[in-house]
């Protein structure tokens, strides 16, 4: 396919998982923690920091916070931005993408644009993140459902499980920057409620409490270890390289004993080191060490995924002459 | 009020209702007082063919018709079918309004228009080929070599140079006006890259969403095949040696050209790649698409780009749009442009009065369609007449489209004439006049509900190895009262398009 193409498909992916995940921390940061007195400091400025927001110039009050990371056309991760983006991505494609899905893409772009998406988080914040939420779940089944599984699928899904491999390890992040007002607070319900927060917002409550194990002595090391180990849950980092691997392996058009692409090679480079350590190194050696490890890895492998896909040679052969232009006038 | 000639007309009266009975659409409608009506002849009852159309949308209650209103700007807004404009950094998207009271054309007339379209279109690629090659048709003296060599759509980089098939306007858009007798004129061709067929198609899919009905008791040719037939027609014309089937691609400047919508809309339809000029490269004088799996090779490209910026190498070296050595490309062959460059000659309005003169020289037949009687300002005495008659002219400039560069006379001001009439004096070549003519109107729903609003009809003829004219066309509306601009960049909307089986 194009290459720009791809690209569009992979961005339009990026920008709703992003969307997605934005509304997903504001949605258990705005419910869950209000039953914890934690300094406002440390509940909601831990978020900008995660989303990659550094210079925050207001007080980061739980109201300022989420209009930021809402609303804010400046901030171009908020959820505002992102689905604009992705709109646009998709209106650029509309020709590769279904139908349908581009008629529910630029319905909700609708809604957040005038005036409906603005009601819905004035009058029922948690509603409101959760329909945006839902946006992206709407359109990944439009897209399951309606768009041919080609080339133009593969790249949606490296999209998609890209940014959530990274979003996993920034929501994870979370907990080395919220500080816990004493050492001893360690174990306690505040911290467990964090990490509580943290398996909330990568929708991963449930599947963590089902899945059988012996009754953790550090229940922070099991979620974490569940977080990035996985093998089964869709938002585990592990899992997620897996899906880029394969993605990017389809895209490359999966013959036998080819060469990998450069991109493949960094996504198994990556899991490679994730594999080689279990929960305990990753703990000694420092969970923020490795989470930000995992975000600088997501984005070499982006950018190898741009030079190999999206931005290819362009010369057939070397002797092309340029400028050499003769017209017969005839 | 209407004085000498014109008979008195009484408007449509609700006839046996009950004092209760809430107002249908047509009630109380009044004709333009001298325009021809597309929908009732001059004693306000239906043209016969249009009667049962009248008589299915005149029994809605207007209640009735304003929902059916909201729900088709609806089906347009969500689906994005908008054009840009662009007011501020992010552009804001607008609907080309839609007008739901149909536009009809009978079988038979049609019938006529679609054999004056062919012949039409037929003579403008003969004499393209011939301004290219021998320019036969300006030794014999039937029109004035400067005006065709001097023209700013005249090419001489495609002298001596013959594109695939001999076809230089595969796609053309012809605009056709209807005179106070019902007569139907050419005002002008676009046979660069004539736009709005998107428009066509998607206002007959809202139609038969909304008048599902209708369409079963109403017998209405298809729209629907145009894409499939442009995508034929652009095949037929691939290069000698193209792959089976060959490589079509629409190729658009971007996302942010106020008819991306278009662009991406035909693409989808004919199941072809839309591109972006960076998207291609040239290598060895042959096209190629990078796509992800290496460059693939293009055999047609259907450009919805200007000459100007096809390719920096050959014309405006600023064109970041277009494709460096297209050009090259393409006269080597190896490559079909469609339109062809250089077509653009045919729509200067300088060189449109001759076109009746290009069908009997090409053709040996006489014109089935007739232009609007034109005043060439470049000849001295059309000059003078138009000069002192501005007020009742309509005077354009040569290379404009979209209503710009326009004087109408009779509403203008006299300052505003003076200052026309200095640039006519200043380039007459650069200017035609024609009489204004009264557009005919259609029943047309306004804030006073439903009045007469002047229309036009473009349609889309298709050529390869032979000539096609989408049955219908583009019926452009003015939404303002009286107002005989009806380009969309001007505020006007549109209307589906009937042609009666």
Known sequence: MISRVAEHCFWLARYLERAENTARILEVNHTLLLDFHVPVEHQWKPLLIISGVHDYPHEPTAENVQQHLTWEADNPVSIASSLWWARENARIIREVISGEMWERMNFYHLWMQTGGGRLAYDTNRTDFYAQVRRINQLLHGIADATMSHGEAWEFFKLGTYLERASQTARTMDVKYHTLLPKLEDVGSPIDNAHWVAILMSCSGYEPFHKKPRLMPIDPGAAVAEFLIYDEQFPRSIRRCLWECESATASAAGNAAGRTPTEAERKITELIAYLDARGIADVIREGLHETLTHVVDSVHAIGHSIHTTFFNPPTRMTQTQTMGGMTQSQG | ?501
């Not at chain 2, 047609?300 to 277009?322: K, M, N, T, W």
Request: with cysteine; glycine share 8%; proline share 8%.
């Open chain 2, 1 to 501: 009020m209407p004085t000498v000639g014109i008979e008195p007309r009484l408007p449509i009266r609700a006839s046996n209702r009950g004092p209760a009975e809430p107002p249908r659409l047509f009630d109380g409608y009044s004709p333009h007082p001298s325009a021809w009506d597309e929908l009732f002849t001059r004693d306000v009852a239906p043209h016969p063919h249009c009667d049962a159309l009248v008589d299915r949308l005149g029994g809605l209650h207007l209640t009735e018709f304003q929902a059916k209103r909201a729900n088709a700007d609806l089906a347009f807004v969500n689906q994005g079918i908008t054009f840009s404009v662009y007011s501020d950094q992010r552009g804001v998207e607008k609907i080309f309004p839609f007008d739901l009271i149909p536009r009809t054309i009978p079988a038979g007339e049609w019938n006529v228009l679609e054999a004056g379209l062919i012949q039409r279109v037929q003579a403008l690629n003969l004499f393209l080929h011939d301004v290219y090659h021998d320019q036969r048709i300006l030794k014999e003296g039937l029109i004035p070599t400067e005006l065709v060599l001097g023209s700013k759509g005249y090419r001489k980089e495609m002298i001596g140079f013959t594109p695939p098939g001999g076809v230089y306007v595969h796609i053309c858009g012809t605009d056709l006006i209807r005179d106070t007798n019902g007569q139907f004129l050419v005002l002008e061709d676009n046979g660069r890259t004539p736009s709005g067929v998107s428009y066509v198609l998607e206002n007959r899919a809202v139609m038969k969403r909304v008048f599902p009905q209708l369409f079963h008791d109403i017998r209405v040719k298809r729209v629907e095949d145009y894409p499939r037939r442009l995508r034929e027609a652009l095949a037929s014309v691939a290069p000698f040696g193209a792959d089976a089937p060959p490589c079509v691609v629409v190729l658009s400047p971007g996302q942010y050209n106020s008819a991306y919508f278009e662009h991406s809309f035909l693409a989808r339809h004919m199941g072809v790649e839309l591109v972006f000029g960076p998207d291609l490269f040239v290598d060895n004088d042959v096209v190629y698409l990078k796509t992800t799996r290496g460059p693939q090779r293009v055999d047609v490209i259907y450009r919805r780009l200007d000459d100007d910026f096809l390719d920096p190498e050959a014309f405006r070296p600023d064109s970041l749009l277009g494709v460096p050595g297209l050009f090259r490309a393409y006269r080597a062959g190896n490559v079909t442009l469609a339109n062809a460059v250089g077509t653009g000659v045919c729509d200067d309005k300088a060189v449109y009065p001759y076109t009746e003169d290009m069908v009997r020289f090409y053709l040996s037949e006489e014109p089935l369609l007739r232009n609007v009687p034109t005043h060439i300002c470049d000849r001295r005495e059309d000059c003078e007449f138009t000069l002192a008659n501005l007020d009742k002219l309509v005077v354009k400039a040569v290379n404009e489209s979209g209503g710009y560069g326009m004087l109408m006379g009779p509403f203008s001001t006299a300052a505003v004439r003076a200052e026309f009439a200095e640039k006519v004096r200043g380039n007459p070549r650069n200017y035609v006049a024609q009489p204004v003519v009264t557009l005919s109107t259609c029943p047309t729903w306004t804030d006073e509900g439903v009045a007469p609003r002047h229309v036009d009809l473009r349609p889309y003829i298709i050529t390869g190895c032979d000539t096609w004219v989408l049955p219908g066309g583009l019926t452009r509306t003015a939404l303002v009262k009286g107002s005989l601009v009806v380009n969309s960049s001007q505020g006007g909307g549109s209307k589906d398009t009937w042609v009666l089986e």
